[in-house]
């Protein structure tokens, strides 16, 4: 394992390096979550990020998303977007309204210290001001987090691969790694993500992200973790 992950540094590492035509972003992001089931959450987010290495606004995102899950950590997500996108290139500049919508499907494992992650994703980004520009993607990500004792800011790893179904069929390859941390409902995530592309005229990215949500579960929910009912087996 330790080869591994030596492996994966390395080869990130010499991405990072070996870039010439890159830029830094900044996302931030704020949202609160309600679980009103056991296997139901709602959350509403707001998404503000910089482009331009900070220099100029990039888009204002609102999220709305929800969660579903089934047996054994396996996970269904729908998630909506609205989008009041910076275009500050070419002949035509402005704000841009779209909205987007995902869908999507997420497996973990427990394998201590180990948490795996394995999500495939599918979404359709449309122009609301005009009718020709529509965006899809299909998504893979692969994380792990390591459990370490005594440690509240345990590290987490990603790789994404974003592969687009219209158009340019552009790929994008995304390497994340970071780290959360709960504090009484709430959680404070902190991520850099370097994504790159085969597609030469468009740069690579240095991203770092910065999110905050709180989460609130419903009464019934709360009154069952203090009086959990005995379980007889069947």
């Not at 999500?119 to 609301?128: K, L, P, T, V």
């Not at 692969?142 to 345990?154: G, L, N, P, Q, V």
């Not at 740069?203 to 007889?232: A, F, W």
Request: aromatic share 18%; net charge positive.
């Amino acid at each position: 394992m330790k080869n591994h992950l030596c492996l994966l540094f390395l080869f990130t590492s010499n991405l990072i390096i070996g870039q010439e035509n890159t830029e830094s972003k900044f996302w931030t992001t704020v949202g609160y979550i309600y679980q009103p089931l056991e296997k139901l959450t709602f959350g509403i987010h707001q998404l503000y990020r910089l482009k331009d290495n900070y220099n100029a606004v990039d888009t204002y995102i609102t999220e709305f998303n929800t969660d579903y899950s089934l047996k054994n950590k396996l996970n269904l997500e729908l998630e909506l977007r609205y989008y009041y996108k910076n275009d500050n290139t070419g002949n035509v500049q402005g704000y841009e309204n779209l909205w987007r919508y995902r869908l999507g499907v997420e497996k973990e494992w427990k394998i201590k210290p180990f948490k795996l992650f394995l999500r495939a994703a599918y979404q359709n980004r449309q122009s609301i001001d005009r009718n020709d520009k529509t965006t899809k993607y299909f998504r893979t990500r692969y994380a792990f987090e390591y459990a370490i004792k005594k440690w509240d800011w345990d590290p987490y790893f990603s790789f994404e691969y974003l592969s687009k179904l219209s158009g340019n069929k552009l790929k994008k390859y995304r390497f994340g790694f970071g780290s959360s941390n709960k504090v009484n409902g709430s959680k404070w995530t902190f991520r850099y993500y370097f994504e790159t592309n085969k597609k030469r005229t468009i740069p690579d990215y240095h991203i770092l992200s910065l999110k905050y949500r709180y989460k609130d579960k419903s009464k019934k929910i709360k009154k069952n973790k203090k009086n959990p009912e005995t379980k007889t087996e069947v």
